[in-house]
């Protein structure tokens, strides 16, 4: 593991913003984690638990209170100049969550996507309605969408048009948030497959944000699990699947439907309740406890953990 | 128990051979739009004439902008030629006063004449009369009320007829109200355009940057909106004199300040907005963020502002005029022939219902244009209605 090389590192990543006047809201707390070359890292969590906040302070679309974000070992957290923002933006892409406002009214299909063409250089008009055509065909659109609006499409439609957008500049990296949860079944499996195919393609890592483990636990390398702007839980992604520790986790996991209708009806839900935590007396830290699974929490909760790992989970009864 | 369970023998007994992995597997390709993709400045022409009363609206603005062109120079008179003895005519269009409508028919009403008296040719010559009414006895006298076609009665020939008859000076009301439409649309198009170029750029500014420096700029137009108009067009008039430069400086001190808000407001609004946002995530530089995708979004407020400024310009023009401080004679506006109107309204009201008219129909056409041109540049609008 230790070998692989290491493409995004988070240190103790906070972002906070403010609400009223000295009061913060805490939307990032203390993240840490890496993100090795090439691989699939899905963060899943509760709504409202910070992971586009997450993605978009990776991407610099905000800046963070506190905590270093290193991009191929370069540090792109901090002020920005010229170079580093340009270095983001040509490595970095993101997939906006909502694919209704995330395309300019204003703009033909042709132009959204053609934008980071000619700032990257590529001003020819011919070679940019080239390459539009080449990328709407792989995400499964007509040339002759290209001339129009972005109202004149599906949800589902819009979202493969921001896909389009986010790929076009051929990324090393790419955050996607929630890029399926807008969709309905049917689509969304054709999303992923194509996110897949251009992962395998062009060599991408992805990070893919979602809010439910049943989407990302069948084609994550690693799964990180966030909750109230914290990392509780990280590790392979069978590895979270099998044992999973943090309570937030299993609940995540109790919450999975099953397609056998029988288990899914005897199956017990598990309520993840905050307040069992007792951080008083001790200070809870972000702890590996296998190589590879890390997960947050108070040094006699880590003790507990290792016992749980020991004598095997089984969550579900 | 699970299905699975259950049936565990019979389930474990199928080799892995036979299981197939269920999946679509053909690529995704969406049909293709029914409706035929049009240029831009097609579809925007297309939406425009959709609107039936913008362009009736446009039509009217254009018959008002080529009689303001071309109508001082349509009859004989010139906009400063005084006849001291043809002062406040009544309005006359041969052709029309032909057809006995009561109307441009050079009528004016001479009150309390000798009833006796009508058929003298020489106090009533070349039978100007037109109509004789309200007959009543005063002092056993037969007194009646006689409308007579002015120009006839003192003898001026048709060819020199004023068709919106003159003011007191005699000067020709036609040539002036164009002329003066001409002077009002001037100062009103170039007051606006210049209102909207400055406010864009410092609502902009403000608006995209924030913070600290939205704060400076936002005070500076407090303190400019807190001078009243009066004195800085006042202040004006002292420096540099009465006159177009004088008006239109006038309307533009302190009048950009609502568009320069209302931009900011819009900045504001789509700042945030995701698709700035990842557009901002592609590398896209302020000035494309804002030119390219926050100022087409905010198209429509300030299109429609701004149409609604020119008549209001216009208004603005009026009031300087009405407390002296317009142009000066012999020059006109709108706003001077309303004024000099005012005073003679109870007896000739023609001189102020011409250029009322027209203020009038400004108004509402350069409202109903603006919502028309706003529709028309909506893209998304395409295909409603
Ligand atoms: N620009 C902002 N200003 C203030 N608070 C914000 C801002 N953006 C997000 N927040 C707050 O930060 C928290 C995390 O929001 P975030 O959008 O990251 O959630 P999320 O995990 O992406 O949720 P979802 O699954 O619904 O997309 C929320 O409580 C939200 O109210
Ligand atoms: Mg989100």
């Known amino acids: ?317 | 128990m699970t299905l699975y369970e259950d049936n565990k023998e019979l389930y474990d007994s199928i080799p892995a051979e036979k299981f197939k992995r269920v999946e679509r597997d053909e690529a995704i390709h969406d049909a293709k739009f029914q409706t035929k993709p049009i240029c831009f400045l097609k579809d925007v022409w297309l939406r425009f004439t959709k609107n039936k009363a913008s362009v009736c609206a446009a039509i009217v603005i254009l018959i008002i902008a080529v009689l303001a062109i071309f109508g001082p120079g349509m009859n004989r008179f010139k906009y400063d030629e005084q006849y001291p003895d043809r002062v406040n005519m009544p309005p006359k269009i041969p052709a029309i006063a032909n057809l006995n409508l009561g109307i441009f028919d050079g009528g004016y009403v001479l009150k309390n004449r000798q009833y006796d008296s009508i058929s003298d040719t020489t106090k009533y010559p070349n039978d100007c009369i037109i109509n004789v009414t309200n007959p009543q006895v005063v002092n056993g006298v037969r007194m009646v009320d006689v409308e007579v076609d002015y120009y006839k009665y003192l003898g001026i020939s048709d060819d020199e007829c004023y068709w919106f008859g003159s003011d007191y000076l005699g000067r020709d009301i036609w040539t002036r109200l164009w002329r003066g439409a001409r002077m009002s649309l001037i100062i009103a198009v170039v007051s606006v355009a210049c209102n909207v170029v400055i406010g864009l750029l410092y609502g902009s500014i403000a608006g995209y940057y924030g913070g600290t420096v939205d704060m400076i700029l936002m005070r500076i137009t407090e303190i400019l909106n807190a001078f009243p108009r009066i004195v800085i067009v006042t202040l004006f008039v002292m420096v540099a004199g009465t006159g177009m430069f004088s008006i239109i400086m006038a309307l533009i001190i302190k009048d950009w300040v609502p568009t320069a808000r209302m931009i900011r407001s819009q900045f504001y609004r789509f700042k945030g907005s995701e698709y700035v946002l990842a557009a901002r995530t592609l590398g896209v530089r302020d000035m494309a963020l804002i030119f390219r995708h926050i100022l087409p979004n905010s198209m429509g407020p300030i299109i429609t502002s701004s149409m609604i400024a020119v008549p209001t310009a216009i208004f603005a023009e009026s009031f300087l005029a009405y407390i002296g401080l317009g142009l000066q004679a012999p020059e006109t506006s709108i706003g001077v022939m309303l004024s000099q109107g005012q005073k003679v309204l109870l007896h000739y009201p023609t001189q102020v219902v011409f250029p009322a008219i027209v203020i009038s129909l400004l108004m509402i056409s350069f409202n109903l244009f603006g919502n028309g041109l706003r529709d028309a540049f909506d893209p998304t609008l395409r295909g409603a209605e």
């Open chain 1, 1 to 317: 593991m230790a070998e692989r090389e290491k493409i995004l590192e988070i240190k103790n990543l906070c972002m906070e913003f403010p609400v009223k006047r000295r009061e913060k809201l805490k939307a990032l707390n203390n993240v840490t984690f890496d993100i090795y070359k090439g691989e699939n890292f899905g963060l899943v969590g509760e709504s409202g638990c910070g992971k586009t906040t997450l993605g978009r302070t990776i991407i610099r679309l905000y800046n963070p209170t506190s905590g270093e974000i290193l991009f191929n070992g370069r540090s792109i957290s901090g002020k920005l100049n010229k170079d580093t923002r340009k270095y983001v933006t040509d490595n970095i892409a993101m997939i906006f969550q909502d694919p209704i406002s995330s395309l300019n009214p204003r703009m033909t299909i042709q132009e959204i996507i053609a934008e980071g063409l000619s700032i990257r250089g590529i001003k020819n008009k011919e070679e940019q309605r080239r390459m539009v055509v080449e990328i709407l065909d792989k995400v499964g659109l007509l040339p002759e969408h290209a001339a129009r609006y972005p109202h004149e499409f599906s949800g589902g439609q819009r979202q493969r048009i921001g896909i389009a957008r986010a790929l076009i500049l051929n990324p090393s990296f790419i955050i996607a948030d929630e890029p399926v949860s807008a969709l309905d079944v049917s689509i969304q499996a054709q999303v992923i497959k194509l996110l897949l195919e251009m992962k395998k393609i062009m060599g991408l890592t992805i990070l893919f944000i979602a809010h439910d483990l049943s989407v990302v636990k069948y084609f994550s390398d690693r799964i990180g699990v966030m909750c109230k702007g914290q990392l509780v839980e990280l590790g392979d992604a069978d590895e979270v699947y099998k044992n999973p520790l943090h309570p937030y986790t299993r609940a995540l996991l109790s919450a999975i439907p099953e397609p056998d209708p029988i288990r899914e009806k005897k199956k017990k839900r598990l309520y993840y309740d905050p307040q069992i935590h007792d951080y008083s007396k001790e200070s809870p830290e972000f702890v590996e406890i296998t190589p590879g699974h890390f997960v947050y929490g108070s040094p006699s909760e880590i003790e507990q953990y290792r016992i749980d790992l020991k004598e095997g989970i089984n969550i579900f009864n």
